[in-house]
T-cell receptor, first 112, second 108 residues
Framework: NAGVTQTPKFQVLKTGQSMTLQCAQD?????MYWYRQDPGMGLRLIYY???????DKGEVPNGYNVSRLNKREFSLRLESAAPSQTSVYFC???????????FGSGTRLTVV | GQQVMQIPQYQHVQEGEDFTTYCNSS?????IQWYKQRPGGHPVFLIQ?????EVKKQKRLTFQFGEAKKNSSLHITATQTTDVGTYFC????????FGAGTTVTVRA
């Protein structure tokens, strides 16, 4: 099925552990994004990649790194997880022409 | 930076009634988009508004962009249980800023 695929769907980490969230899209979109969603705060942009080979910080980048591996894949890495990073993480992609984002199904991350 | 605010945060609606949710920006927007997220799901794109004063309809949903392009509204008529979820507005060019959303519950 065409769309945005995120893995894993659920993850529990201990404080200080590291992990990488994977995201891949098969719609030939240029732009990809990572958002986190916390209750009452909507979606906040962590990092984005306007095109292959470029990445930029969003609103809440501290504690995260990203890699735009190729046009299809955009990964998000937590180097040393903290309880404040407990959240639902969504990857999204777009053509870059503001015609709507396509979101993945999300990763529910708990840091204990 | 750009901020997008939505009101109300929660909307409890009797089935069959109408309601409106509002979105306001601190800056002029080039466009505004609306998304719907069902409980436990992911945001799904509904519509984009670009022109000042633009009005678009999708069945029972009516979307409007303000004349000054700093506010928008979503009006739902004859609410159904399928309308349950959180509605987000978002503004921006190549990176969207999302409002906190309006969470809608429906009483049958």
């Amino acid at each position: 099925n065409a769309g945005v695929t995120q893995t894993p769907k659920f993850q529990v980490l201990k404080t200080g552990q590291s992990m990488t969230l994977q995201c891949a899209q098969d719609m030939n979109h240029n732009s990809m994004y990572w958002y986190r969603q916390d209750p009452g705060m909507g979606l906040r942009l962590i990092y984005y990649s306007a095109s292959e080979g470029t990445t930029d910080k969003g609103e809440v980048p501290n504690g995260y790194n990203v890699s735009r591996l190729n046009k299809r894949e955009f990964s998000l890495r937590l180097e040393s997880a903290a309880p404040s990073q407990t959240s639902v993480y969504f990857c999204a992609s777009s053509t870059g022409t503001a015609l709507g984002y396509t979101f993945g199904s999300g990763t529910r991350l708990t840091v204990v | 930076g750009q901020q997008v605010m939505q009101i109300p945060q929660y909307q409890h609606v009797q089935e069959g009634e109408d309601f409106t949710t509002y979105c306001n920006s601190s800056t002029t927007l080039s466009n505004i988009q609306w998304y719907k997220q069902r409980p436990g799901g992911h945001p799904v794109f509904l519509i984009q508004l670009v022109k000042s004063g633009e009005v678009k309809k999708q069945k029972r949903l009516t979307f409007q962009f303000g004349e000054a392009k700093k506010n928008s509204s979503l009006h739902i008529t004859a609410t159904q249980t399928t309308d349950v979820g959180t509605y987000f507005c978002a503004g921006g060019d190549y990176k969207l800023s999302f409002g906190a959303g309006t969470t809608v519950t429906v009483r049958a």
